[in-house]
């Protein structure tokens, strides 16, 4: 199929037409791939944000339950479920490591009525 795309940036093309060419490939070959990757890097998107919501959700669900007995332990949850309670952090990720859900949106928090700190990247602090 023939397709004419407008108002694409000619340094960006250039530069893109050079690398399939280092790499041996044909233009409409690259072109492919790279509309490939980037639909798999949007569905990838969109699955982590709906298991965010889902997680964030179950939490706050269950956290009227889960500070009466279990105040200042952490809790995992993934795709909306508790993996489980733990006494610390470490406890925590370890857990994550051992269901094989390193590579999956999880939640991971004390369970405390206190306001916490988040720290995001280049030292910003949100409260």
């Known amino acids: 199929m023939s397709v004419l795309i407008k ?34 890097m949007e569905e990838t998107k969109s699955q982590d944000d709906y298991d965010r919501i889902i997680n964030n959700a179950t939490y706050r669900r269950l956290f009227p339950e889960l500070i009466k007995e279990h105040e200042d332990e952490w809790i995992v949850i993934s795709k909306g479920k508790v993996i489980g309670l733990f006494k610390t952090r470490i406890e925590a990720i370890k857990a994550i490591k051992a269901n094989n859900l390193i590579h999956t949106c999880n939640l991971v928090t004390p369970i405390t009525r206190k306001k916490r700190k988040v720290t995001l990247g280049f030292g910003r602090k949100l409260k």
Request: aromatic share 12%.
């Open 7 to 40: 108002d694409v940036d000619k340094e960006l093309y250039a530069r893109f037409k050079a690398a399939a060419a280092m790499r041996g490939i044909r233009l409409n070959e690259a072109l492919c791939k790279a509309m490939e990757y980037w639909l798999k």
